[in-house]
């Protein structure tokens, strides 16, 4: 009796997926596993939340997504070539000589608002930006995605302050929480519970959604904000998503893949081994 092989995974999150390992496996490597459990919370933002047009980047009306956990470049990059920001040729070109994109992202790129890496400065960037957006009378909004490991930094609950005191509703924070950070799980490094109640005490909405579920996703970052309360989005997420024998291990923060290590992990997305939602 003959086995029919499973049905090659395709949706768009394998497809960010691939590109990031992908990126991983050129020169130098990259941030692997905090790259793979954004690609749900980028992917929504992208494709159902954010007014963004990909053949006008620059429109003077768009929205604005600001990488704080800048770290994760290379799964920014994996979207914005998915959303079409970014040709596949760029995707080919990291780690190379003669390639445009960085390990951290930089103005220049199509989609990149603003240089970002040193950890804790971009929920200040996203205050400067909201309060910019509320002189000019415009109803864009700005979204900054940070990482949990990041919330040890005094400047995120600086800015996280002064945007409760401004009334800020046009920021939108999401919070990459996928429990690991370079050195050991955030709770022991430094711990941040009871995060939410953090957030809510410095006057932010808060949501708490599974981070690998567009659904929840969309349903969240979509809703209209409280008048006057900017708004957090914790996303629960797996460090790694995507593949099984790195999910939630802290050596997946940095990876640079060999032939053999590049095949495993592509071997292992088009079988689909992961319970990602389209």
């Keep these: 009796m003959s ?3 499973p049905p090659r995974a395709d949706t768009a999150a394998v497809r960010v997926r691939r590109r990031i390992v992908q990126m991983c496996g050129h020169g130098r490597g990259g941030h692997l596993g905090g790259s793979m459990s954004l690609v749900e919370i980028l992917l929504t933002l992208y494709q159902d939340v954010m007014r963004v047009d990909p ?3 620059d429109d003077p009306d768009r929205d604005i997504l600001l990488l704080s956990k800048g770290h994760g470049a290379i799964g920014l990059y994996a979207v914005l070539a998915e959303c079409g920001f970014l040709p596949e040729s760029a995707i080919a070109a990291y780690g190379r000589p003669g390639g445009t994109l960085l390990a951290h992202p930089v103005p220049g790129t199509a989609g990149v608002e603003a240089p970002t890496g040193a950890l804790g400065h971009g929920l200040p960037l996203g205050v400067g930006y909201a309060l910019a957006m509320r002189l000019d009378g415009a109803e864009r909004r700005c979204f900054v995605v940070l990482g949990d490991g990041e919330l040890q930094e005094g400047s995120v609950w600086e800015a996280a302050m002064a945007a409760a005191a401004h009334r ?24 941040l519970e009871p995060l939410a109640a953090k957030w809510a005490s410095f006057g932010w909405t808060v949501r708490t959604v599974d981070g690998h579920d567009r659904n929840q996703l969309r349903a969240a970052l979509s809703e209209p904000p409280e008048p006057g309360r900017p708004t957090v989005v914790i996303a629960v997420t797996v460090k790694g998503k ?5 999910e939630n291990q802290v050596h997946s923060h940095y990876a640079r893949l060999g032939e053999r290590q590049l ?5 292992a997305l088009e079988r689909g081994d992961q319970a990602v939602r389209p």
């Design 263 to 267: 095949a495993r992990a592509m071997a």
């Design 55 to 57: 053949t006008r980047p």
């Design 3 to 5: 086995v029919v092989p």
């Design 168 to 191: 800020l509703d046009r920021i939108v924070a999401v919070v990459d929480r996928n429990g690991l950070q370079i050195t050991g799980p955030t709770e022991e490094v430094l711990a």
């Design 242 to 246: 995507g593949l099984p024998y790195v």
